[in-house]
């Protein structure tokens, strides 16, 4: 089963979705996952304000009720001067998939999320993201370091294929985030447009298997 995943790292109905996601990898293990990068607010200027907070806080509530995702609330509020803008983490997983191309993506994706709301971690910083990229990728036979894993992400041609991943999303249709599709013969099937459980997901790849 090859499925592909239209998300944002600083997503927070992606974080809560992926563990559902991962629910529906354990019972297909046999199942690969291709990541399309969002960009949800790829390029935002903006400082994150109380309001800003407060909005996202509501959402945060609203993921945690659906899914059980844990949330470092006081990590967000303690946040001074923050961008909320989430094409650094986008890149970090673009850059990645460069470096290990046979690598599972989603693990990266996944530590990125964790890093973001449960960790607090500065998602918009090079040397973080580096820090938590190079971890996520190092095995005890194959490691990445950190100065490798920020040189390929500051990259031209590493942004390029970031904007690229923004496309493409764009050219599927796909303006909300997360969308999961089912790839068969070529073709893609919607499977999930937002949240939607693991049951969920198996009764619509059960309809389109019929």
């Not at 059980?68 to 303690?78: I, P, T, V």
């Not at 607090?120 to 036979?141: F, K, N, P, Y």
């Amino acid at each position: 089963m090859e499925l592909v995943l239209v998300a944002d790292p600083m997503c927070s109905w992606c974080y809560g979705f992926s563990q559902e996601l991962e629910r529906l990898i354990q019972r297909h293990p046999s199942s690969s996952i291709q990541l399309v990068l969002g960009g949800l607010r790829a390029g935002a200027t903006d400082v994150l304000d109380d309001a800003g907070k407060q909005f996202r806080l509501h959402h945060w509530q609203k993921v945690e009720q659906a899914s059980g995702a844990r949330f470092n609330r006081d990590g967000l509020l303690g946040r001074v001067g923050f961008v909320y803008d989430t094409e650094p983490v986008c890149r970090a997983v673009v850059t990645a998939r460069i470096l290990r191309p046979d690598f599972d993506l989603f693990k990266v994706f996944r530590a990125y999320q964790h890093a973001f709301y449960v960790e607090a971690a500065d998602t918009t910083d090079g040397l973080a993201l580096a820090e938590i990229g190079s971890r996520a990728l190092s095995r005890v036979w194959d490691t990445v370091s950190a100065d490798e894993f920020l040189r390929t992400w500051k990259l031209q041609s590493t942004i390029d294929k970031t904007a690229a991943d923004f496309a493409i999303a764009r050219t599927m249709g796909v303006n909300s985030f997360p969308n999961l599709f089912l790839k068969k013969s070529e073709r893609l099937y919607g499977v999930s447009n937002g949240y939607t459980s693991v049951d969920q997901m198996e009764k619509v790849l059960s309809i389109i298997a019929a």
